[in-house]
């Protein structure tokens, strides 16, 4: 993995849940990184927990690891040092799952289209061939990625994640402490992810506008990091508007202060263009408040069965839906209710972890050959 920063989204947070779980269900970890920034401080003190090899400062302990490993797991697709790595693996005939997490998506892919098409049949295609599976999170990733690997073969896994017990969620009021505008009695809109232009905040903020229009009364809560001109290009849009006074613009929001301001939010509108698991939004759910978003999401089918509402990524489709929602308060806490069992039932982790564990087992078992 490239940089452990929570900043760079939603893959860190996906393979530091992986390797933790991992490693409290009888699973030797290593998590071979160039920067460990985010790594969890309870790694450093806890028996069994992942070790973490810095691969630039500790070129010996991570040859170590390659000659000890039975298995390894590649997450992302364009580093070449992974294409670099997957070599190294095949010559060693060790076995490798490459994870995807939605960069082979129809909508990634036709973004810098040729310079990835070349990336890809010069070195990516024979990564993925390699391996022992490719992995997809969702059906509707697997066949939108399928084509990329004619000759590999793809196992489709959810995410296993670390989801917080519903019993130690923190309650709202630690975010409503750092954040007042959620105390006014307005309708409290949450978005959570980074400040991307393919995670349509630029359609939440013309929603909004329209749905105050029909008298809507509401805060936006944009929490994230984001690049500072395209932030400062939202909140222009935002003063245009008119709603410049009910968007708050908090910022990366982390720990408990994150799953607060999901406690705290009324409804969590996602807008993306394209999202593989969209970790956010089965994370909100489990904190029991409920869902807008897209089909650009690949577990999409998911988060409709778990009380999600899908709509086109249209600014009058978001407006029309956070409308009807948030007049009836009472209804959408029994919608974020029942969300919330759907998703604990889906992803936990016990019976995860077995899939993943199954998976590295035929791998070990598989003899590949090499290159």
Not at 33 to 47: C, F, G, I, K
Not at 192 to 211: F, N
Not at 224 to 251: N, T
Request: proline residues 6%; hydrophobic residues 40%.
């Amino acid at each position: 993995m490239d940089a452990i920063d929570l900043a760079e989204g939603g893959v860190v947070r996906c393979v530091l849940d992986l390797c933790n779980v991992l490693s409290l269900h009888d699973c030797q970890v290593t998590l071979a990184t160039y920067n460990a920034q985010d790594v969890p401080e309870a790694w450093h003190d806890r028996p069994g927990a992942p070790q973490v090899v810095h691969i630039a400062e500790e070129p010996g302990k991570f040859q170590q690891a390659l000659e000890s490993a039975t298995v390894a797991h590649l997450h992302t697709i364009w580093d070449p040092r992974n294409i670099t790595l997957a070599r190294q693996l095949r010559r060693r005939q060790v076995p490798y799952v490459v994870s995807l997490h939605g960069m082979l998506d129809d909508w990634c892919t036709a973004q810098k289209a040729l310079k990835k098409k070349v990336f890809h049949w010069l070195l990516g295609r024979r990564m993925l061939e390699g391996a022992y599976r490719v992995h997809c999170t969702a059906s509707g990733e697997e066949q939108q990625a399928r084509k990329w690997y004619p000759q590999g073969t793809s196992v489709v896994l959810p995410l296993l994640v670390d989801m917080p017990s519903p019993e130690l969620l923190p309650g709202p009021e630690p975010a409503r402490q750092a954040y007042p505008s959620l105390t006014n009695g307005d309708a409290q809109l949450l978005f959570l992810s980074r400040v991307h232009p393919k995670k349509g905040v630029d359609t939440l903020l013309r929603a909004a506008a329209l749905a105050t229009q029909q008298g809507v009364a509401l805060q936006v809560n944009i929490a994230g990091p984001g690049d500072e001109a395209y932030v400062a290009e939202l909140q222009a849009l935002a003063e245009s508007l008119g709603i410049a006074d009910r968007c708050h613009f908090l910022g990366l929001v982390t720990g408990d202060v994150k799953l607060s301001l999901y406690e705290a939010a009324d409804l969590f509108v996602l807008p993306t263009h394209q999202e593989n698991f969209g970790l956010v939004l089965p994370e909100s759910l489990v904190c029991g408040t409920p869902v807008v978003t897209t089909k650009g999401v690949d577990i999409w089918p998911e988060i409709e069965a778990a009380g999600g509402v899908i709509v086109e990524p249209h600014p009058e489709a978001f407006a029309d839906q956070i409308a009807t929602l948030v007049a009836d308060l009472p209804a959408l806490v029994e919608r974020g209710l029942r969300g919330r069992q759907y998703i604990a039932d889906w992803l936990d982790a016990e019976r995860v972890v077995e899939q993943y564990k199954k998976l590295y087992s035929d791998a070990m078992d598989h003899q590949p050959e090499g290159r």
